[in-house]
């Protein structure tokens, strides 16, 4: 027996429970080749630089003048062994070591601090200061060079490596980026039960933000580390030859009318090699702290 039209029309066809027509939005499907393509040029085109840079390093100073060279030579360990002769190498490595690690450490936490008071603490005029430190970021650099070197003379610390850590130990990006990430990652109720519980405000920190906030810490302090590695004006102007960093001193292998291109060139791969075995060492907890963010909510 079958239905009418008429009987078609009063009784449509239902989907099946447990279905719902939903769009194809893409979602999940695999990347095509399309993008994949896109990755690869990208990714070639950020690497190419460096690829070159290794390529004069290892020929000689006619390298340079290649189109676009690809082969590496084999002179590389010859002209970064001239390079560090040329310099004091080692000791301007150790100086960007000592720097950078106390400048990464001091940024992390004293970013830390003070965007987990910003987030959760409630204070007097908290969003004036908080729009006041993030007014200081508008402020260029080299406004506050001339009088930052006249303060450092007073003080006697020109040629001394303080001269480069003091002015460094908090940004107000680290502050304005740890405020935004533990506003969203640590929810209020957390704190409260934290309080009811008797820890107080520093104990609260320790146990309750500190392990939500590792993954924004380890963001910053590499992208903070890599920023005072590669510092070369300040450093330039207030510390002197005979103890520099190492940007500093790689600018030494350029003086005189004639320069080679091969050996200033391996000096800068040297320099770059602490950096790429810490994106390397770090590679995890940075994936794992940009994950978290994409997938938080």
Do not use: C, H
């Not at 601090?113 to 204070?123: D, H, Q, T, V």
């Amino acid at each position: 027996m079958s239905l009418s039209t008429t009987d078609a029309r009063a009784f449509p066809l239902q989907p099946a429970r447990g279905r719902r027509n939903r769009p194809n939005t893409g979602v999940g499907s695999r990347p095509g080749f399309l993008a994949y393509g896109l990755l690869v040029a990208t990714l070639l085109g950020f690497a190419y630089p460096l690829w070159w840079s290794f390529v004069v390093a290892s020929g000689t100073n006619a390298t340079r003048g290649e189109t676009l060279p690809l082969i590496p030579g084999g002179n590389f360990w010859a002209n970064a062994a001239e390079a560090m002769d040329a310099i004091p190498f080692w000791l301007a490595l150790w100086n960007s070591f000592v720097v950078s690690s106390i400048i990464t450490i001091s940024v992390v936490l004293f970013s830390t601090l003070a965007g987990y008071a910003f987030a959760k603490l409630r204070f007097r005029g908290r969003d004036g200061l908080m729009i006041f430190v993030i007014a200081t970021m508008a402020i260029p650099t080299q406004l506050g060079i001339i009088p930052l070197f006249i303060l450092m003379r007073q003080f006697g610390w020109t040629g001394e490596l303080g001269a480069v850590i003091v002015p460094s130990l908090v940004t107000a990006f680290g502050v304005f980026f740890m405020r935004q990430y533990l506003v969203e990652v640590i929810p209020d109720e957390l704190i409260e039960a934290a309080r009811v519980d008797g820890a107080n405000q520093f104990r609260t920190f320790l146990n309750v933000a500190l392990p939500a906030a590792r993954p924004a810490m380890a963001i910053l302090g590499l992208f903070t580390f890599m920023a005072a590695w590669t510092d070369y004006l300040w450093p330039l102007i207030v510390l002197n030859p005979t103890n520099p960093t190492l940007q500093t001193a790689l600018s030494q292998l350029q003086s005189g009318y004639y320069i080679n291109y091969s050996i200033v060139l391996a000096g800068a791969v040297l320099a770059t090699i602490p950096l790429l075995l810490l994106f390397i060492a770090a590679g995890k907890q940075l994936i794992s702290g940009i994950m978290q963010g994409a997938v938080k909510g």
